[in-house]
């Protein structure tokens, strides 16, 4: 998922690190001291790579949701948990190298609620195992055994708690979950659960509101996953009406040219990667934001599926006003194909 | 023609290099006044802001133990997974110095070294060595400890900062933590703490120790005196404009009639006069950055917030830093330039030069500048007493101020008319009607002499009484030794057991939020001890306060509840079903909400269930670090709850005395400016007025006489001045504390007076009036008696 975004939420826990202080953004492209490098053809062993890979620089589990109220009001919502390592090492105390970062939010189509938490590993504050998994930061958590999970999360003017049913299989993204981010080679590996059932309750100011809809997990680990003339992110995750699903992105780069990923899957499971150049997106109208101006409706294609849609945004307004800034929101789609999902986009100034 | 004329044009400043001299030096000095005072200003930021926070560093609440033991640092995660917001501190004593250790991804903004959260390299501070944060003397006990020590001038004396890892290894504590810090923001909902933690209990935020509006205020005060300052230095570069204008009159006149027109004219000379004070304010800047250095002991800190020195320490001046010094001094000379610019626009092509145009005009423009005087100065009445906002407060000044500078060559000629009337000899007579004569030229300079020493006589009185107001409020709430903080009733038991054989008294501290006249506040409950006694000063008290206080019958409360609640001495009010006579009105800075003391003994009766658990111990001399060592080691009380009253008065002082210091020196370069105006000014009339003393010598006054005559004169106008500037000054600084502080912060600064100080003040006017009437006076004794003579040969 939003790759750009979680490197750079990464970058910045670097920086407070400064161990890349001084190389700046174009820092990730370059080689990962003493850190672990994605290699093509994985073999990923479940439960056990649902935890975390200290060896590898960052990591992230990443969950968005679209969820539709007792009123039929749209709902979107995050959960996110970053890991980002000063050092290849696992360990316990305060020292220990592992640094944990949560973002959450909720959007209405009216309103948009973030927060952030950040810890350190070492002495139990945040952290994940895989079995029983359980991912957490102070009270957020995301627990369970992947075929149902529940997940928490508070902030001053918000919380929410959901359960999850998995119904479909693991999607592995790019080569067997081996996803290449630029054409010079840099990759991560890439799974999703695309296919959550969600049902729970949102915790908003005005009370509590009951919401079902479906999620979307991420899961993601890298050491070096851009290239130092990549700028920015627009990601795109997208769930048709009739149980296909897309997920595709654009890493944009300094010339002005991107690189272009998608996964297609059918409502089976069944998926299809496609190479740079396949996938299409084009901003249509941009709005004016909390931080920055951001393209907030989009033409996106996929000759190859005949795929031709405008997404839009339910709230223009959704920044998330977090030490790095992003956008970050859920979708409506029209035009070939009808539904729903969630836009990420970083790196606009 | 353009290169001819800016040649013409720049002749005059090579045959008067003194009145160049004159305008660079007058607007640099201006500019590097006007530096100086933001030095002053910076340099009392950084130290106060490092003295609020020891004094407030409760200004969050807290969990603690309720037997004061340490916290299990799984205590601290459950309470972060179980919602709550809390980030853990642990504290302990390394050699002299009070090691705090922080997490700093946690942390609340105000807790911490004070730019932890800002540029430090928190990457290094995470790290298994660790950094430790404090002043050099700080740091000094951990040249024998593995951690990487950061010099940081702004970090409150005595303390250091480090990471909570760190500081739990260097302190052998390793799983423990002292406190949890409170988030003022929490989440929506949490775990119950009663449940989660049954151990803690919440200490709530301490209030009104914060100092912070006290030093806002400070700060207003002697930002409005940089300005004033540099007023003084735009009335000297008025004055050197005006004179090259006037001496240039022909050389405009021959230009013109050579074909110049006048625009370009008026262009060559807006540039030239630019060009100028770029070069003034390059140096004035310089010179701030000089004064700075030289003046200012705590050099790193305050040329880091001025000029923004990196982090290697190598200084670079500040752009943003630069700009302000030049656009002063631009500024500046635009003000004193457009009046002359204006004359010259209007001046007919063909009109005669007038040596003595300027005497001449300036009869027509006393007239004028009269009325204005009059005008500004009723409305400074008015205001004085409408004023109910800042920027009528700063409306009052500037009137007050201005009308004050025009009003002087009024008052000054109606005294010199007054004394040539009183005058019988003819020498007398003709001294005075000749000074009257001669005030005119000087007008400008005696100007510059009262501003200069108006603010003076206000910097003094404004700065003293900031200091003796901040110290009696240090005095009246620390006037104990030691403060210290129980955590429960046993606790305090231990320490009344432990501790009543080694101290003086304990005095406890207790209160209770109540409303008083529908206004909420905070009652104490306080001792009857010679501490408060000797210590608290009062705005209005009726006679023996403490003893109705004592007796049960009175309260004392401060100026907030008293200006809030319209509340009057001697009233009564109602505190809690008991009506008590209001005996004393205090004053309690920074302080938002009202507040009141009534006796000991009243307050246990009131508020039977309110048990005190903080205390001040009044100590011996120099058995204040035995006690601290019984009070940690024996009753088991954490250093972070013991607060050291000298360390934070002694702080204070020190930071006054340097504010001083430098108040001090720029008290005497305004003078020396306006001292160096009067020269300039009697120089320039010296050569003019040799036809009015020719006749004089004619008649038999010697020319040693004569130069006499010419210092009484100056020392005479000095003295004038003086008598004008004294109450001009004082009504300015009583316009700064109870006009401009009461809009700003809605309680005045109580003004005191310092006579000797004023006295000192008009000595130095009067002795810099004599050495600049020195040398023009010298050498008018030495003058040629065939000048003087010529003035009878030469018609003019």
Known sequence: MSVNNRIMVCLVVCLIAGQTAAQGFAGLGMDAEGFAIPQPDPTFDFPTDHGPHPDYRIEWWYLTANMTGPDGTDYGLQWTLFRSALAPQAGEGWSAPQLWLGHAAVTTPTDHYVTERIARGGIGQAGAVPDPFSAWIDDWALTGDWQTLSMTATGPDFGYDVDLTAQGPLIFHGDGGY??????????????????????????????????GQAWLDREWSSQPLSADQTGWDWFSLSFDDGSKMMGFLLRQTDGASYSSATWITPEGQTTAYPNGAFAADPLETSATSGATVPTTWRVQLPDRGVDVTVSAINTDAWMTTSVPYWEGPVRVTGSHAGRGYLEMTGYE | MTRTALSALLSHWRRNPIQ?????????LATALWSGVQAVNAEARASYDAAANTVSEAAFDQL??????????????????????????IEGSVGDTRLVGI?????????????LQGRADIGAFLSTRGQVFGTEEALAPFAQVAVDPVIRPEVAPGVAYTDIGVAQRILGRAGEVDLLVVALVQPIRQADLAILAPDLIRRPAQAGSDVAQLTDSFHLNLTAFGLLSFAVGIFIVNGAIGLAFEQRRPVVRTLRALGMPLGRLMILIGAELMAMALVAGIIGVAMGYVIAAALLPGVAATLNGLYGADVAGTLQLRPSWWLSGMAIALGGTAIAAAGALWQLARMPLLAAAQPRAMAMAAGRRAQVQGGLAIGLLGLAAILAFNADGLIAGFAFLGSLLVGGALALPLILSNVLAFGAARSHSVLGQWFWADTRQQLPGLSLALMALLLAMAANVGVSTMVSSFRLTFVGFLDQRLASELYVTTNDAIQTQQLIDRITPEVDVILPIQSSQVPIGDYPTEVFGSRDHATYRDNWTFVQALADPWDQVAAGEAILINEQLFRRAGLALGDVVDVSGTSLTIAGIYGDYGNPIGQAVISEDLFAGLYPQIRPNRFGLRIPQGRVDPVRRILTDEVGIPAGNIINQAGIKAFSMDVFDRTFVVTTALNVLTLAVAGFAILMSLLTLATMRIPQLAPAWAVGVTRRQLGWLEVARAILLAALTAVVALPLGLLLAWALLAVVNVAAFGWALPMHLFPTDYARLGLFALVAAAIAALWPAIRLARTPPADLLKVFSNER
């Open chain 1, 179 to 212: 996803s290449v981010k630029s054409a010079s080679g840099q990759a991560s590996y890439y799974y999703s659960q695309p296919f959550f059932a969600l049902d729970g309750t949102l915790s908003l100011q005005d009370g509590d509101i009951p919401v079902t």
């Open chain 2, 64 to 89: 603690v133990m309720a037997d004061g033991g340490p916290i299990p640092q799984a205590t601290y995660v459950s309470l972060r997974r179980g919602g709550w917001l809390v980030s853990p501190v």
């Open chain 2, 20 to 28: 160049l001299f004159t305008l660079l030096a007058g607007l640099a």
């Open chain 2, 103 to 115: 997490d700093p991804l946690t942390a609340s903004g105000g807790i911490g070294p004070v730019d």
